[in-house]
């Protein structure tokens, strides 16, 4: 088995409803490209074994897409996705489809996005295995979808450019995400150096974790010449279980007096 690199997205601040564009669901999992018999990663990790359920017959056909965990707050999970991933084979799991590579033994990356579409819809009707689903999508509107994942607590969305190939291994402008994301006030109580790690704790002196990645060079400078405490604004992905925020990152911090 061979494994291809996935094509990647670029980051979009802000969702916009244009024509000539299609909008998805932003699903919060772990990227994977199914085969009839096998799966792995984007970065080439094998999961067959992890994934029996995700096994099937046919024609020879190459899915990308998002391995998801069902969730009791949102469609998704992120921490039951990684618990079965790390090898809780009680934690149910669902592939949603949003792109085909190979179908009947051909590679057709070279196809427009709207013909692979046909195409997956017509893949994912002759898979019989109910683990594995199609991302639905949608022209035009994106500021709908935006404000739809918004209220069901999702990840985001996803625009796509119509008429555009796949392109294996490569981060392209025609597929652009847009993070939803929450907004606190925080307090830096320690910064670390090498990696630089910066903790934070809430207003009210509850510990919310750390940021270790995502910095500007405006936002290390204050980092590396202020002594802590001192307060900040951070954005992160929302919470994991345990009351931490989940990837936050750093925009802004007060400045002293």
């Known amino acids: 088995m061979k494994t291809v690199k996935p094509m990647l997205l670029e980051y979009q601040e802000k969702v916009s409803s244009e024509e000539g564009w299609i909008y998805e669901p932003k699903y919060d999992g772990i990227r994977l490209l199914v085969g009839n018999d096998f799966s792995y990663t984007r970065h080439g990790t094998i999961t067959t074994n992890r994934f029996p359920e995700l096994l099937f017959t046919g024609p020879e056909v190459l899915l ?39 179908y009947k033994n051909e590679t057709i990356t070279r196809y427009p996005l709207e013909e692979r579409k046909g195409i997956l819809t017509e893949a994912i009707s002759n898979i019989d295995v109910p683990h594995i689903n199609l991302v639905p999508y949608i022209y035009t509107e994106g ?65 919310l974790g750390s940021v270790q990645i995502g910095f500007t060079k405006a936002i290390r400078e204050e980092l590396y010449t202020r002594t802590p405490p001192y307060n900040c604004k951070v954005k992160s992905r929302g919470w994991t279980s345990s009351g931490k925020l989940r990837i936050p990152l750093i925009y802004s911090i007060e400045k002293s007096d």
């Open 143 to 207: 500021e709908a979808v935006f404000n739809l994942m918004k209220e069901n607590k999702m990840e985001g969305v996803v625009a796509k450019r119509l008429g555009t190939q796949y392109l294996t291994g490569k981060r392209s402008d025609n597929w652009r995400k847009t993070i939803i994301w929450s907004y606190h006030d925080c307090v830096v109580t320690k910064v670390a150096y090498g990696p630089l790690t910066v903790h934070l704790k809430s207003v009210d002196g509850n510990y």
């Open 64 to 102: 990308d897409g998002e391995l998801i965990a069902p969730g009791t707050v949102a469609p998704d999970d992120f921490e039951g996705v990684m618990s079965r991933f790390s090898g809780n084979k009680d934690q149910e799991i669902i592939f949603m489809a949003f792109d085909i590579i190979t």
